[in-house]
C-alpha cells in the first residue's frame, strides 16, 4: 500500500519554472514505476511523464518534452517533476500517480494509486 501527497504548486509567470514534488509513504515505493498526469479544467486527465521504479527509465508526454524533467529519490520515497519554460496552458491539476509494475505506462487507468493532486496556474 502506498499514499502520495503532492506538494509545490503555486503561481508562476509564463516563462518560469516550478518543482512539484509526490512523497510516498509504505516500504514498497521503491519498487513502483511512478508517473506524472494533469488535468485542466473541462479536460480529461493527460499523461506527463513516467519513470521506472530504479529511475534509469523516463517517458515524456510530447507536450512537455525538453521542458519536464522528472526524478526520483528512493531514499527520500519522493518523486519530482521540474517544470522550465512553463505556458499557460501548463495550467492544470498535477497528480502523481505509482503502480507495482515494472513498465512505464501512460494510461492513467494503469496507475492503481494516486495523489490529491496540487494546482499550477501560469500567467501570461
Known amino acids: 500500500q502506498v499514499q502520495l501527497v503532492e506538494s509545490g504548486g503555486g503561481l508562476v509567470q509564463a516563462g518560469g519554472s516550478l518543482r512539484v514534488s509526490c512523497a510516498a509513504s509504505?516500504?514498497?515505493?521503491?519498487?513502483?514505476?511512478m508517473g506524472w498526469f494533469r488535468q485542466a479544467p473541462g479536460e480529461e486527465r493527460e499523461f506527463v511523464a513516467a519513470?521506472?521504479?530504479?529511475?534509469?527509465?523516463?517517458i515524456y508526454a510530447d507536450s512537455v518534452k525538453g521542458r519536464f524533467t522528472i526524478s526520483r529519490d528512493n531514499a527520500k520515497n519522493t518523486v519530482y517533476l521540474q517544470m522550465n519554460s512553463l505556458k499557460p496552458e501548463d495550467t492544470a491539476v498535477y497528480y502523481c500517480?505509482?503502480?507495482?509494475?515494472?513498465?512505464?505506462?501512460?494510461?492513467?487507468?494503469?496507475?492503481?494509486?494516486w495523489g490529491q493532486g496540487t494546482q499550477v496556474t501560469v500567467s501570461s
Open positions: 509504505g516500504r514498497t515505493f521503491s519498487t513502483y514505476v
Open positions: 500517480a505509482g503502480d507495482a509494475t515494472r513498465i512505464l505506462r501512460t494510461r492513467a487507468s494503469a496507475y492503481g494509486y
Open positions: 519513470i521506472s521504479w530504479s529511475g534509469g527509465n523516463t
